[in-house]
């Protein structure tokens, strides 16, 4: 599917991709991961054409960089930073369906599934939507169309629990594309993945396969107890959709599986405070009286 | 054809709801309303005697406006749509690398072009219901005029763009070319050099080369080819070039060097990182 070999690319003599050599196959979820400057934009961006760069990359064998109407037109690419386009929600929606040979309806509907409701921000300009909903238009555009590879930079970044939820669902739907995810960190893409490469100084430090996600779509429903009320816990878990009795000591919610490793290192902030975190059995398990309800803390 | 004329599209709605652009066509609107108060003030002495001087003091002054107002607006929209991460998104979509540049050249060529012209024709059209005879070929001849000058300068604000890395240097890259070129007119570097009777050849070579004094020297041909008007290099090119080859050159030059320019910018664009 991609070839990359002894790809180089330099910036004012300095090497950000040295002699970068990967293969990934048509079943590939890989997470690309790396510190700042290990060169994970700069390889996405050679992956797109964007970028001028010794050695040689090649998808389905065609090089992105010649062949780019060809190339892009298979790939659904979502930016780590939103561009700061002015031009109004429904002009862009319009114009990358119109480039992409795609109906603006799919990406509309996937916006929807996302939870953002086009028709209420068609008019407005791009650049004055929050994070989250920039975020949302620029995953149903790479996905409002028929691609055949996902490049995704950050995609969960600006994205509350429910929207990375719908995220993942849709994912879920597309689990037999292959995808580049980077992310700086493993946690926040683990489920999304089945290969892990890591990157440093612009070369391969780590390839290795992650155990398969059983269900990207999962969702697992929580119970959580806490010693006492606390503000700064509830804010955090509200923020995961949590609810609670009127005591405020128990707190129900739901999570999705690619998302429980953040939500565990939420949770770890609060370790001193909780006294009980039940996780139910994964699956769409709707609340905790399953049988396969697990206890991790008491 | 059909990504091009997305992308021109997308840049003229983009150019529409921009400030410089309501600046820019109101600079012109209220010129010509100028002219019009000014203008007819004067011919109070004479009754409303015609349009002809009126477009010569607009074509005139559209010289010294335009370029600088093409050029700064230019590189500042598409160098900084580089900088702040516009286009590596927007070329991550597939749409062609050459209709995205020469349809963003198209668009802006309307938008520029548009409110100078329509100012023109909205003057001409005033002075219609006012009585005054109507100087058909003289507005021909400046429309082709400001064609000629809009498309030179849009193609050497593209190619500043596809050069600059930076919003900073483009738009400084932008201002001295501009002040370069209005330094070599006629009646400024032109005529000292004259002065100081340095080789003619060289003097007429410069004023040939330089597209602001080609149309300069193409504007005033019309109304009144007299040196006193046109500058001594000026008048030395029209006695060698006469009246047809003049005009001739006055539309060929700057529109082939601006399509020149614009290319070399393509060239580079799409040879060299895009973000």
Same mark, same amino acid.
């Given at each position: 599917?991609?070839?990359?070999?002894?790809?180089?690319?330099?910036?004012?003599?300095?090497?950000?991709?040295?002699?970068?050599?990967?293969?990934?196959?048509?079943?590939?979820?890989?997470?690309?991961?790396?510190?700042?400057?290990?060169?994970?934009?700069?390889?996405?961006?050679?992956?797109?054409?964007?970028?001028? &760069?010794?050695?040689?990359?090649?998808?389905?064998?065609?090089?992105?960089?010649?062949?780019?109407?060809?190339?892009?037109?298979?790939?659904?690419?979502?930016?780590?930073?939103?561009?700061?386009?002015?031009?109004?929600?429904? @002009?862009?929606?319009?114009?990358?369906?119109?480039?992409?040979?795609?109906?603006?309806?799919?990406?509309?509907?996937?916006?929807?599934?996302?939870?953002?409701?086009?028709?209420?921000?068609?008019?407005?300009?791009?650049?004055?939507?929050?994070?989250?909903?920039?975020?949302?238009?620029?995953?149903?555009?790479?996905?409002?169309?028929?691609? @055949?590879?996902?490049?995704?930079?950050?995609?969960?970044?600006?994205?509350?629990?429910?929207?990375?939820?719908?995220?993942?669902?849709?994912? $879920? @739907?597309?689990? &037999?594309?292959?995808?580049?995810?980077?992310? &700086?960190?493993?946690?926040?893409?683990?489920?999304?993945?089945?290969?892990?490469?890591?990157?440093?100084?612009?070369?391969?430090?780590?390839?290795?396969?992650?155990? @398969?996600?059983?269900?990207? $779509?999962?969702?697992?429903?929580?119970?959580?107890?806490?010693?006492?009320?606390?503000?700064?816990?509830?804010? $955090?878990?509200?923020?995961?959709?949590?609810?609670?009795?009127?005591?405020?000591?128990?707190?129900?919610?739901?999570?999705?599986?690619?998302?429980?490793?953040?939500?565990?290192?939420?949770?770890?902030?609060?370790?001193?405070?909780?006294?009980?975190?039940?996780?139910?059995?994964?699956?769409?398990?709707?609340?905790?009286?399953?049988?396969?309800?697990?206890?991790?803390?008491? | 054809?059909? *990504?091009?004329?997305?992308?021109?599209?997308?840049?003229?709605?983009?150019?529409?709801?921009?400030?410089?652009?309501?600046?820019?066509?109101?600079?012109?609107?209220?010129?010509?309303?100028?002219?019009?108060?000014?203008?007819?003030?004067?011919?109070?002495?004479?009754?409303?005697?015609?349009?002809?001087?009126?477009?010569?003091?607009?074509?005139?002054?559209?010289?010294?406006?335009?370029?600088?107002?093409?050029?700064?607006?230019?590189?500042?929209?598409?160098?900084?749509?580089?900088?702040?991460? *516009?286009?590596?998104?927007?070329?991550?979509?597939?749409?062609?690398?050459?209709?995205?540049?020469?349809?963003?050249?198209?668009?802006?060529?309307?938008?520029?072009?548009?409110?100078?012209?329509?100012?023109?024709?909205?003057?001409?059209?005033?002075?219609?219901?006012? !009585?005054?005879?109507?100087?058909?070929?003289?507005?021909?001849?400046?429309?082709?005029?400001?064609?000629?000058?809009?498309?030179?300068?849009?193609?050497?604000?593209?190619?500043?763009?596809?050069?600059?890395?930076?919003?900073?240097?483009?738009?400084?890259? %932008?201002?001295?070319?501009?002040?370069?070129?209005?330094?070599?007119?006629?009646?400024?570097?032109?005529?000292?050099?004259?002065?100081?009777?340095?080789?003619?050849?060289?003097?007429?070579?410069?004023?040939?080369? *330089?597209?602001?004094?080609?149309?300069?020297?193409?504007?005033?041909?019309?109304?009144?080819?007299? =040196?006193?008007?046109?500058?001594?290099?000026?008048?030395?090119?029209?006695?060698?070039?006469?009246?047809?080859?003049?005009?001739?050159?006055?539309? %060929?030059?700057?529109?082939? =060097?601006?399509?020149?320019?614009?290319? =070399? !910018?393509?060239?580079?664009?799409?040879?060299?990182?895009?973000?």
């Amino acid at each position: 599917m991609i070839r990359i070999d002894a790809v180089t690319k330099t910036f004012r003599r300095t090497p950000v991709l040295d002699r970068l050599s990967l293969e990934i196959g048509a079943g590939d979820r890989v997470a690309l991961i790396g510190a700042n400057g290990a060169g994970k934009t700069t390889l996405i961006r050679c992956l797109l054409g964007e970028y001028s &760069h010794g050695g040689t990359i090649e998808i389905d064998g065609k090089a992105p960089r010649k062949a780019r109407r060809e190339v892009l037109k298979r790939i659904g690419f979502v930016p780590q930073l939103p561009p700061p386009l002015k031009m109004p929600v429904g @002009e862009l929606i319009h114009f990358a369906a119109q480039v992409c040979d795609s109906a603006p309806e799919r990406m509309v509907d996937l916006a929807g599934a996302l939870g953002l409701e086009l028709a209420e921000v068609s008019g407005r300009p791009f650049h004055k939507l929050s994070g989250g909903q920039k975020q949302k238009i620029l995953v149903a555009i790479a996905l409002g169309r028929d691609v @055949e590879l996902l490049i995704l930079d950050e995609p969960t970044a600006n994205l509350d629990p429910a929207a990375r939820r719908g995220l993942f669902d849709m994912l $879920a @739907e597309r689990a &037999h594309l292959p995808m580049i995810v980077s992310s &700086h960190r493993l946690d926040e893409i683990a489920g999304l993945v089945n290969r892990v490469v890591e990157l440093d100084r612009g070369r391969v430090v780590l390839d290795d396969r992650v155990e @398969e996600a059983d269900d990207t $779509a999962a969702v697992q429903a929580c119970r959580l107890e806490i010693a006492r009320v606390d503000l700064a816990f509830e804010k $955090a878990v509200g923020e995961w959709g949590f609810t609670s009795d009127a005591g405020r000591l128990v707190w129900h919610g739901r999570v999705a599986g690619p998302d429980r490793l953040r939500f565990l290192g939420m949770l770890a902030r609060y370790s001193g405070l909780l006294t009980v975190i039940e996780l139910g059995a994964r699956g769409a398990v709707p609340d905790l009286s399953d049988a396969g309800r697990t206890r991790r803390a008491g | 054809m059909a *990504n091009l004329i997305a992308a021109a599209r997308l840049d003229i709605a983009e150019s529409l709801r921009a400030r410089w652009f309501i600046v820019y066509a109101l600079v012109f609107g209220g010129l010509v309303a100028a002219l019009f108060v000014f203008g007819l003030t004067e011919s109070r002495v004479m009754g409303f005697t015609g349009l002809t001087r009126l477009l010569v003091t607009y074509i005139q002054l559209s010289m010294a406006i335009l370029p600088v107002f093409v050029l700064v607006t230019t590189v500042r929209s598409l160098a900084g749509d580089r900088e702040s991460g *516009n286009f590596e998104y927007m070329l991550a979509l597939p749409v062609p690398l050459s209709a995205w540049y020469w349809g963003r050249f198209v668009g802006r060529f309307v938008i520029v072009f548009l409110p100078v012209f329509l100012a023109m024709i909205g003057a001409v059209a005033y002075g219609g219901v006012k !009585g005054a005879d109507v100087p058909w070929l003289q507005i021909a001849f400046y429309t082709a005029l400001l064609v000629s000058l809009t498309i030179t300068f849009l193609g050497i604000g593209f190619l500043i763009s596809s050069l600059a890395r930076s919003v900073d240097i483009a738009q400084g890259a %932008a201002f001295v070319i501009w002040l370069m070129l209005l330094l070599f007119l006629d009646l400024i570097l032109l005529g000292v050099m004259v002065r100081e009777q340095l080789p003619a050849d060289f003097i007429v070579t410069l004023a040939l080369i *330089n597209p602001l004094q080609v149309f300069r020297t193409g504007a005033m041909l019309l109304f009144d080819p007299q =040196l006193v008007l046109l500058g001594p290099a000026a008048y030395v090119i029209l006695d060698a070039f006469g009246r047809a080859g003049y005009i001739a050159w006055a539309f %060929a030059y700057p529109a082939a =060097l601006g399509l020149a320019f614009a290319w =070399l !910018g393509y060239w580079r664009f799409q040879r060299s990182d895009l973000v």
